[in-house]
Every structure is written in C-alpha cells, then in structure tokens.
C-alpha cells in the first residue's frame, strides 16, 4: 500500500453502509472515527477505523451485536479504542 486520504477510504470501504441505520454514536477525530449503529431494531454495529496521516495503511475493528448483547455497544467501542498496533503486521 501506499499513503492515502484514509478518512476518505474507511468512509468508502467501512462506514457507507451504515447510511441508513439509526446513528447512536459518530465520532469523527483527527486520525480516528468511532460509529456505532443500530440496525433493524436487532442488531448493533461497532466500527472503529484509526490512522496516522502519511501511513501505508490504516488499521480497523469491528464487532457486530446481536439481541441479547445489542446493547452492548460503548464497551466493545472502548475495546476497540483501546487496541495497540505498531509497526508493519
């Protein structure tokens, strides 16, 4: 990979899809945005993207919630918030 506008490419590739379901939470930071959705009612979606401006990639987690953990969704937010990546891997 080469350095991008990763902003724009988790926009793209990881929270479009999430347009049409109820927004519970969407933060967007320099380097970083958090969105958790509710879909159909059922099922909560967690989506953490993070970056550093001029890197090679940028780096994601997830976590997809169904009914009873649906509510569930700002612990697997701080979990996500809290992983460490460094380096290439």
């Known amino acids: 990979c080469e ?3 990763w902003a724009k490419v988790a926009d793209k590739v990881n929270f479009a899809q999430f ?3 109820k927004v519970i939470k969407n933060e967007v ?3 970083s ?3 958790i959705a509710e879909r159909d009612g059922k099922t909560t979606h967690v989506v953490y993207a993070w970056w550093t401006d001029g890197a090679k ?3 994601t987690c997830t976590a997809t919630l169904d009914e009873p953990v649906k509510t569930a969704g700002d612990a ?3 979990a996500c918030q809290s992983v ?3 380096g290439d891997n």
């Open 84 to 86: 460490g990546v460094s």
């Open 76 to 78: 697997f937010a701080k």
């Open 57 to 59: 990639r940028y780096n």
């Open 29 to 31: 930071k320099p380097g």
């Open 3 to 5: 350095p991008k506008d």
């Open 33 to 35: 945005r958090l969105l």
């Open 19 to 21: 347009d049409k379901d």
